[in-house]
């Protein structure tokens, strides 16, 4: 890699990062370049301008003097350090930046100089419970960004506000306001954890959770705390650890037990059903989707929480969907109910719920070519493409791979071959 850097060969460079598991888009985000761009330097385009040569080093932590850049962070006009109040020289300075952004645009380091740091806002030394809804409310809102557009798309937004959000608990308050302040941060760490996990996160993940998990217990919210166990158990069953994931669902059934809530119930027994399925224990998973709907139809939809408004029965048809697919891997005659699943989910779902109407039809791509359906199989794949384009979800990229593996089934078939190095292809880029 040195080696590369010195004689500035930056199609090495970049695939060097590939092979050690770097994507091109992930090189993109982190220089600044379109994807098309990297894909061209991988395959001999030179790059020669240094603004470019130092906005990949930049963006890479690649020391400057590895490819013999010039270190210019001095000699560049800090535009932070030039308000309105400032002398007339200064003022000068920043327009005649202002000037040269409008008409030719700005250097690296001039780019540097006029970037935004990050300030939190002025928190009140006082918290009543007005401020707690408008929290409140402003989570509602990352919610719904998080179903429409994925993980990727709130992150920043949900982190950036949750730093704020947690100074809250210094502030004066009832004991009413506090007890509904730390249940509404456990929510919004639930929040931040769930969408960190939705991009790949789990470090970060798994962190917000343990926040979530104890700030829910301090204010007595066993419910909340059921869902954030359910939370955590997922991580662990999308890594391929369901006996893992089994036992801290089974954590988070005692929680909703405490809660004597119906619905924390039933959303810990459907994430069990699904477990018990990676296991391939078949007879266990059915007897977890009957008791999590049975719960779900004791319940009354009055005065539900927004941390559990989301267990549905949409939701038991896409988690059984779900499971029987996880069985179809090992049995494929359990392809019909798969299917059968994840078209009532999908049908229930709204548009809005753009992530899980997509993870629904990942199911029914891959029952119907588990099935023998292949023609059905590839218009719901070529459909399952088409919507992520809009969803920001490194889970359903990965569950994009039962497609391919699906389709490959039928590799003697054109349009499962096409569809099969379609999947690969978004996969890997």
């Known amino acids: 890699?040195?080696?590369?850097?010195?004689?500035?060969?930056?199609?090495?460079?970049?695939?060097?990062?590939?092979?050690?598991?770097?994507?091109?888009?992930?090189?993109?985000?982190?220089?600044?370049q379109a994807q098309p761009e990297i894909s061209e330097i991988m395959n001999g385009r030179q790059v020669m301008a240094y603004d470019v040569l130092s906005r990949i080093a930049d963006g890479l932590g690649v020391p400057r003097g590895l490819m013999g850049l010039a270190y210019d962070g001095v000699q560049a006009v800090d535009l932070r350090e030039q308000t309105e109040g400032d002398s007339d020289m200064e003022r000068r300075?920043?327009?005649?930046?202002?000037?040269?952004?409008a008409v030719v645009g700005l250097s690296a380091s001039e780019l540097e100089s006029i970037r935004v740091l990050p300030e939190p806002g002025p928190r009140p030394s006082r918290v009543g419970m007005q401020d707690v809804a408008n929290l409140e409310a402003t989570i509602g809102f990352f919610r719904a960004q998080d179903d429409r557009y994925g993980g990727g798309s709130v992150r920043s937004a949900v982190t950036a506000h949750l730093e704020w959000a947690d100074g809250l608990l210094e502030a004066a308050a009832s004991d009413a306001v506090r007890t509904r302040l730390q249940q509404t941060l456990a929510d919004l760490h639930s929040l931040a954890g769930w969408v960190s996990f939705d991009l790949g996160s789990t470090r970060h993940a798994?962190?917000?959770?343990?926040?979530?998990?104890?700030?829910?217990?301090?204010?007595?919210?066993?419910?909340?705390?059921?869902?954030?166990?359910?939370?955590?158990?997922?991580?662990?069953?999308?890594?391929?650890?369901?006996?893992?994931?089994?036992?801290v669902f089974q954590l988070g059934q005692m929680s909703a037990q405490d809660a004597n809530s119906p619905r924390a119930v039933a959303l810990l027994h459907l994430n069990e059903a699904w477990a018990y399925a990676e296991l391939g224990n078949a007879g266990q998973t059915r007897v977890q989707l009957t008791r999590a709907a049975e719960e779900l139809a004791r319940e009354s939809d009055q005065d539900v929480p927004s941390w559990l408004a989301f267990m549905s029965e949409a939701e038991i048809e896409g988690i059984a969907g779900m499971a029987y697919t996880a069985l179809s891997a090992r049995?494929?005659?359990?392809?019909?109910?798969?299917?059968?699943?994840?078209?009532?989910?999908?049908?229930?779902?709204?548009?809005?719920?753009?992530?899980?109407?997509?993870?629904?039809?990942?199911?029914?791509?891959?029952?119907?070519?588990?099935?023998?359906?292949?023609?059905?199989?590839?218009?719901?794949g070529a459909e399952v493409l088409q919507r992520m384009d809009g969803v920001r979800s490194s889970r359903l990229l990965d569950r994009l791979g039962w497609v391919q593996q699906a389709a490959e089934l039928h590799a003697g078939q054109g349009d499962a071959r096409d569809l099969a190095e379609q999947v690969s292809r978004l996969r890997s880029a």
């Open 1 to 32: 890699m040195r080696a590369s850097l010195a004689v500035r060969d930056i199609g090495a460079v970049y695939r060097q990062l590939k092979r050690r598991g770097v994507s091109q888009r992930r090189i993109a985000g982190l220089t600044g």
């Open 93 to 101: 300075g920043f327009l005649g930046l202002v000037a040269k952004a």
């Open 206 to 247: 798994v962190r917000h959770f343990a926040n979530a998990l104890v700030l829910a217990k301090e204010s007595r919210e066993h419910a909340l705390a059921a869902k954030v166990l359910f939370q955590m158990g997922r991580v662990y069953l999308h890594d391929g650890e369901p006996g893992n994931a089994l036992k």
């Open 331 to 380: 049995d494929r005659s359990f392809s019909g109910a798969g299917l059968e699943h994840a078209t009532r989910s999908f049908d229930m779902r709204a548009e809005t719920d753009a992530r899980s109407r997509t993870s629904d039809l990942i199911a029914i791509a891959v029952n119907r070519l588990r099935a023998g359906e292949v023609s059905g199989g590839v218009r719901a």
